[in-house]
């Protein structure tokens, strides 16, 4: 097949074309930096993107403006680059009558995980009361009886609560691109990846995700800083997997039904809190020691724990390495930037 991937530039968008590639697809990308096999350009300009996609069999939408955003200032941004941009993606696409797409979501369109209470169920706590957290009351409570929650795993119907810009604009992209594909007959899968790492992630930025900031921290001798009581709960995704699973997707779409967008979870069903991830990379390096700070975001949720059984009875897809094995090799990988 002839593929375009977006942000094929990027830390997910690279490993994403090179699998393409050795899976003997050809494969053009497209990224705000140009370079081998990849055209320079932005998502959002029409022109550009038109030129880029004419030919091809299916695109791979990888380009995104990512991160959790330092504060609302950033808003039009990533408005302007996710939303706006895939909008523009999707109306070339149907301009050329290019029928597949493969977006790369993210699994902040959940916010808070799922929760049971012993009394009143299943539920969704609502954004969390910074009176809570500066007290050190980092587990949601049932908001009818205060009793202790316990943290359930979230699969893809589970209704999509964003808490920030970023996630905003990821859960705009999916319906856009599930209007697109009912109004053109299109077809398109949504990967909500969880917290990927790997070699080739970016370094420590105000934009990065907590594998990059503790790796960088224990390069430069620094320990890492965990938040809260360490104790939330992530699912850390290998890049490697992720691209894997960008392949599967790809494959389903030969055969998906028309008209339709349908979304999986990217997980490795493995899931480990931030003290485990401090401990395990801090531990690969020989130190320093994590600290624990009990300092803590707003905006952040507590846990998020993800279902990888869609993806595995939909595309096929399963993430082959193990927390341990792929944190042992991520303590010394070459970041980005
Ligand atoms: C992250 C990304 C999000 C992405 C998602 C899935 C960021 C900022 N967030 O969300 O955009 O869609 O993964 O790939 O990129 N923490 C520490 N110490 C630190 C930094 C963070 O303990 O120095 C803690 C946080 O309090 C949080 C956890 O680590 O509890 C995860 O943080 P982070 O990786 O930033 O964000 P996610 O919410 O997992």
Redesign the pocket.
């Known amino acids: 097949m002839k593929i375009v991937v977006t942000g094929a530039a990027g830390f997910i968008g690279t490993r994403v074309a090179g699998l393409l590639r050795d899976a003997g697809h050809e494969v053009r990308g497209f990224d705000l930096r140009g370079g081998e096999d990849v055209t320079a350009g932005d998502v959002r300009d029409e022109d550009a993107v038109g030129r880029a996609i004419d030919g091809a069999d299916a695109v791979v939408h990888q380009a995104a403006k990512?991160?959790?955003g330092v504060d609302v200032r950033d808003l039009p941004e990533y408005v302007s680059v996710n939303a706006l941009g895939t909008a523009v993606l999707l109306a070339a696409m149907a301009r050329r009558g290019i029928a597949r797409l493969v977006l790369a979501s993210?699994?902040?369109v959940y916010g808070e995980g799922v929760y049971d209470c012993a009394e009143h169920g299943r539920l969704r706590p609502g954004p969390r009361d910074e009176k809570d957290l500066a007290a050190g009351r980092f587990e949601p409570a049932c908001a009818r009886c205060g009793r202790a929650l316990t943290p359930g795993t979230v699969d893809e119907d589970v209704p999509a609560d964003p808490r920030n810009a970023?996630a905003t604009s990821k859960l705009a992209q999916e319906h856009l691109a599930a209007g697109w594909a009912r109004e053109t007959g299109g077809a398109a899968v949504a990967l909500r990846?969880?917290?990927?790492y790997g070699p080739g992630m970016p370094r420590d930025t105000p934009?990065?995700?907590?594998a990059a900031?503790f790796r960088s921290a224990l390069e430069a001798g620094r320990a890492p800083?965990?938040?809260?009581d360490g104790g939330?709960r992530?699912d850390f995704v290998h890049v490697g997997d992720v691209a894997a699973a960008n392949l599967a997707a790809l494959h389903a779409l030969e055969s998906a039904p028309p008209g339709r967008l349908r979304a999986y979870n990217v997980a490795s069903g493995e899931p480990r809190t931030?003290a485990d991830l401090a401990d395990a990379l801090s531990a690969a390096r020989g130190g320093p020691a994590p600290e624990v700070t009990g300092r803590?975001?707003l905006g952040?949720?507590r846990h998020i724990v993800a279902s990888p059984d869609r993806a595995a009875s939909g595309l096929g897809f399963r993430a082959r390495v193990r927390f341990a094995d792929g944190m042992r090799e991520f303590a010394y990988a070459p970041l980005a930037g």
């Open positions: 990512v991160g959790l993210s699994m902040v970023y990846y969880h917290n990927v934009y990065s995700g907590v900031i800083l965990v938040f809260e939330q992530r931030i803590y975001r952040d949720v």
